[in-house]
Structures are given as C-alpha cells and as structure tokens.
Nanobody, 121 residues
C-alpha cells in the first residue's frame, strides 16, 4: 500500500504565494512521473504540472511563469510553488504519484486526497 498526503493549502490574497507539498510513503520501489492536478466547480480536474524522474517538467499554459514544480526524490516528495495567484486558481489540488511497487514491473498512479486553495481578498 502507498499513502499520498498533500499539505500547504489555505487562503491567500490575489497576487500572493503558496507552496504545496505532497509526500508518498509505504510500498515504494521507485517513483516515476509526479504531478499536480486542479479541480474547481467551473472546471473538471485537469493536470497542470508534471515532473519526470529525470527532472523534466511540463506546465499547463494557464500556470506557466507563475507555478513551479519540483521534487525531492530522497524524501519521496513533490512540490508546487504557486506565485502570482489569481482567483481562478481557487480549487482543490490533487497530487499524483507514479509508483513502481517493489518487485513489480507495472507502474501505478496514486492520488492524494486533495487540498483546498482559495484565492480571495
């Protein structure tokens, strides 16, 4: 079993910053591509940022130049630094971890429970 836990959400004013963290624990052989998704009442869940195990990143156009994704593989953790936040960034952020279980050749995706971010004055 793998547990995925997000932290760092909350209420922030427009233009402010937040850093989300997500840590995986449990039966982890290797971590592959990690990512963050965003969901709101106006938008279905969409992947907004990914980072591979070699450090290559990909960001959705709506967050490019404002958000940065990074990882600390030694800590099984992925981060999302969010700057210049806008009201439309409000929603629930979900972390996705690509995990290769010990002794397995099949990658599996594990999702966190989601964390609320509210951008409002």
């Amino acid at each position: 079993q793998v547990q995925v836990v997000e932290s760092g959400g909350g209420l922030v004013q427009p233009g402010g910053s937040l850093r989300l963290s997500c840590t995986a624990s449990g039966a982890i052989g290797s971590l592959g591509t990690l990512g963050w998704s965003h969901e709101s009442p106006e938008k279905p869940r969409e992947l907004i940022a990914t980072i591979t195990n070699t450090g290559n990143t990909n960001l959705r156009d709506s967050v490019k130049g404002r958000f940065t994704i990074s990882r600390d593989s030694a800590k099984n953790t992925v981060y999302l630094q969010m700057n210049s936040l806008k009201p439309e960034d409000t929603g629930v952020y979900y972390c996705k971890m690509g995990v290769l279980p010990p002794g397995s050749v099949t990658w599996r995706d594990y999702w966190g429970q989601g964390i609320q971010v509210t951008v409002s004055s």
